[in-house]
């Protein structure tokens, strides 16, 4: 069973940094992608950031490019995102998911089969 665990969320303030984390189990970790999505109330899901584990390739939401990075230890079966220059509309639920295709990275949600729970980040201005 895909397992996905996401955890780093929290309160910062304009400016600031945080590191998001998702532990996956339950799958082959290099014939993955992970993505990270987000969602503020009352507004659609957003494709952030994803890696594909087997190559390294990644994908970023213009939004983000030049602030956030996305990074995997495989020997944990962890991805990381790191969050910098964090602004106020940045704050909403992130979540993480895997598509299994090897190779392939992607910030279309519906092609995740797997999320996890979600972890707030609130950035306060």
């Known amino acids: 069973e895909v397992q996905l665990v996401e955890s780093g969320g929290g309160l910062v303030q304009a400016g600031g940094s945080l590191r998001l984390s998702c532990a996956a189990s339950?799958?082959?970790?290099?014939?993955?992608?992970i993505g990270w999505f987000r969602q503020a109330p009352g507004k659609e899901r957003e494709g952030v950031s994803c890696?594909?584990?087997?190559?390294?390739?990644?994908y970023y939401a213009d939004s983000v490019k030049g602030r956030f990075t996305i990074s995997s230890d495989n020997a944990k079966n962890t991805v990381y995102l790191q969050m910098s220059s964090l602004k106020p509309e940045d704050t909403a639920v992130y979540y993480c998911?895997?598509?299994?295709?090897?190779?392939?990275?992607?910030?279309?949600?519906?092609?995740?089969?797997?999320w996890g729970q979600g972890t707030q980040v609130t950035v306060s201005s």
């Open positions: 998911a895997a598509v299994g295709v090897r190779g392939y990275v992607s910030g279309y949600g519906p092609d995740f089969g797997s």
């Open positions: 890696i594909s584990i087997s190559d390294g390739s990644t």
């Open positions: 339950g799958f082959t970790f290099d014939d993955y992608g």
